[in-house]
């Protein structure tokens, strides 16, 4: 009986971000954040409503120790992880010059989560879950990390567990050619697949969205929803082909995360087992609230909250949290 609708698993991070727009040459004050993709994950689909593992190698310090008590608050397992003094938690400041200009700058490099191996990872808590999320980004971190991701497939596959994956590209982790070659065979074993643009064409070396669609569909059954930014995200299965539209928004306040949002909203609606049209439109609407808010978890809504963005008419859409 699986009562875990969700594992993931990867690197969470400190992270600094400066509330000013300026360039952190200038900045003095630096209010303590956590940013991670699969965190995020797990903490949007804990807010949605549902039962979420979190795995990752902390370091043994103050910041690894603050990113599980932070996890854990949000209402997700992290019992599965584990410390390490043998490398530091990473860092990772944002620098905002403007609402659409943001840098990211890493100091991750041989962190504790590089040093994550296949058999950090326990079996059975995996086998419980019903839906296992995979990012780009944990194999790009070290050769074991890879390997890592690939026992965690390779556990998903035996017992039956959904595998969706999200390629997050990273180029500053790893080359296009290694990213093309790893999300492309993570890619052949996931059931759904969530690309931006940029990242499907990388994929495939098409262009065109519909393409691009085909060509990571290939002869398998899967579903493919590419992202599409202000314009919502194409939707793709033997039986559906759509444009979902997004949602405007007044202001873009901090675009990173909002990826992340819209995952989980997808894994949400594939949860609640919701025609995956309206599983599309509720991610888009996930990925709108989260651009409005500093951080990258800050922004995440309840799934109340997601109903009520989603009701009003109108150019602009606010939300009450």
């Given at each position: ?57 902390l370091g ?129 074993s996931s ?107 800050e922004g ?22």
């Amino acid at each position: 009986m699986k009562n875990l609708d969700v594992f993931t698993f990867g690197e969470t991070m400190i992270l600094f971000q400066p509330e000013q727009m300026m360039s952190l040459e200038y900045v003095h004050q630096f209010p303590k954040r956590i940013g991670g993709a699969e965190s995020n994950v797990a903490i949007g689909l804990s807010r949605l409503g549902h039962s979420v593992g979190w795995f990752s190698k902390l370091g043994d310090d103050p910041f690894g120790r603050y990113i599980q008590k932070y996890v854990r608050g949000e209402g997700v397992d992290t019992s599965s992880c584990l410390y390490t003094d043998k490398a530091p938690t990473g860092l990772i400041f944002k620098e905002q010059l403007s609402p659409e200009d943001m840098n990211v700058y890493y100091y991750r490099k041989n962190s504790a989560a590089s040093l994550m191996v296949p058999e950090d990872l326990d079996e059975k808590y995996i086998a419980q879950a019903k839906i296992l999320h995979i990012s780009g980004i944990t194999p790009a971190l070290s050769e074991t990390c890879y390997q890592t991701v690939m026992r965690a497939i390779e556990i998903a596959k035996q017992n039956s567990t959904m595998i969706v994956f999200d390629p997050n590209l990273r180029l500053k982790l790893w080359t296009a050619e290694r990213a093309k070659q790893v999300f492309n065979e993570i890619a052949i074993s996931s059931d759904v697949i969530l690309p931006g643009l940029d990242e499907g064409q990388l994929m495939t070396g098409k262009t065109d969205v519909k393409e691009v669609a085909e060509t990571l569909m290939g002869d398998s059954d899967k579903t493919i929803i590419i992202k599409l930014g202000n314009n919502g995200a194409y939707l793709h299965t033997k039986n559906e082909k759509a444009y979902i539209e997004g949602f405007p928004v007044k202001q873009i306040v901090d675009p990173v995360g909002a990826g992340d949002g819209f995952a989980a909203g997808i894994i949400s609606g594939i949860l609640r087992q919701e025609p995956l049209s309206t599983v599309v439109r509720r991610a888009n609407a996930v990925g709108a609230i989260v651009v409005g808010v500093i951080g990258d978890v800050e922004g995440l809504p309840t799934f109340a909250a997601v109903e009520q963005f989603m009701r009003p008419a109108g150019d602009a859409r606010d939300v009450k949290r």
